[in-house]
């Protein structure tokens, strides 16, 4: 089994890795998120996402990312924690940081054939399923479990 260290993938590696999986007909998932106090919720929807296809990447939110989306309290951990953590899960193949506030550089780098996210979003809510689309690639919205996030785990800590 691979260290978690090398599932991590620059933009660069991941440039090259790409085309080499659809040449070789490898059904690809690619999803994205914070993935800030890593919990059960996440390791689901890893899972799941996981089960489409014949590998899963993993774009996680850069440091800056995060602040310009949830706020300068977040994020807790720093990016390069958060993708070892998601790395070291197995149902994870590969993991990257990326810096911008959408995923869609990563669906044009990866064209996935499948493109993963949380029940807490619709396709219409994705920037991202426009794109994935132009690659002939699946956007799938997996089941959420509300009661298993980040938010939730974060208002329960406050409470203690």
């Known amino acids: 089994m691979r260290t978690p260290t090398a599932k991590l993938l620059t933009r660069e590696q991941l440039t090259l890795l790409a085309p080499a ?12 998120g914070v993935f800030d ?3 059960v919720g996440h390791l689901r929807y890893l899972q799941e996402a996981r089960r489409l296809g014949d590998l899963l990447v993993v774009g ?3 440091d800056e990312s995060v602040r310009q989306l949830k706020g300068d309290t977040r ?8 993708a ?8 994870v193949d590969y993991v990257t940081i990326f810096h911008e506030l959408t ?11 499948y493109y993963a996210k949380g029940g807490d979003y619709t396709e219409r809510d994705l920037p991202e399923a426009e794109a994935v689309v132009h690659y ?25």
């Open 21 to 32: 999986w659809r040449d070789a007909g490898k059904k690809v998932v690619l999803t994205n």
């Open 37 to 39: 106090l890593l919990h």
């Open 60 to 62: 996680v939110n850069s």
């Open 75 to 82: 994020p807790i951990l720093p990016a390069t924690e958060r």
């Open 84 to 91: 070892e953590l998601v790395a070291g899960l197995e149902c």
């Open 103 to 113: 995923a869609i550089a990563l669906v044009e780098i990866v064209q996935p054939t």
């Open 136 to 160: 002939g690639g699946f956007v799938v919205i997996l089941p959420f479990h509300p009661e298993r996030s980040t938010t939730a785990l974060l208002e329960k800590i406050k409470q203690l």
